[in-house]
């Protein structure tokens, strides 16, 4: 399973992006997928997750109610948008996929990564 994550940028503080993370030949379809990400110095903490055909999603409590993951399997992508937006949510973002049809926020339960890309949140 390859995934290739993009969407990142600078945005002022109270803005939006969206994020997307293209799973290859659509292998994510039957999978949970999840967004992590990592500030410079800390350790990747779990951002959201959502499971097969997106029946359930899962966020962290920094982002829940500003942060929307959704998928679209038609496609093989799934979205992060990322709404009220603060300096503290400034990191490089990665998605996963899990071999499973629900995955929630350990990272021992995803079992490949994209690369990351960056968000940075200025004031």
């Known amino acids: 399973v390859q995934l290739q994550a993009s969407g990142g940028g600078l945005v002022q503080a109270g803005g939006s992006l969206k994020l997307s993370c293209v799973c290859a030949?659509?292998?994510?379809?039957?999978?949970?997928v999840g967004w992590f990400r990592q500030q410079p110095e800390k350790e990747r903490e779990f951002v959201a997750s959502?499971?097969?055909?997106?029946?359930?999603?899962y966020y962290s409590d920094s982002v829940k109610g500003r942060f929307a993951v959704s998928r679209d399997d038609s496609k093989g992508t799934v979205y992060l948008q990322m709404n009220s937006l603060k300096l503290e949510d400034t990191a490089v973002y990665y998605c996963?996929?899990?071999?499973?049809?629900?995955?929630?926020?350990?990272?021992?339960?995803?079992?490949?990564w994209g690369q990351g890309t960056e968000v940075t949140v200025s004031s």
């Open positions: 996963a996929s899990s071999r499973s049809s629900y995955a929630g926020d350990a990272m021992s339960s995803y079992n490949y």
């Open positions: 030949r659509r292998t994510c379809s039957n999978n949970a």
């Open positions: 959502i499971s097969w055909r997106g029946a359930r999603t």
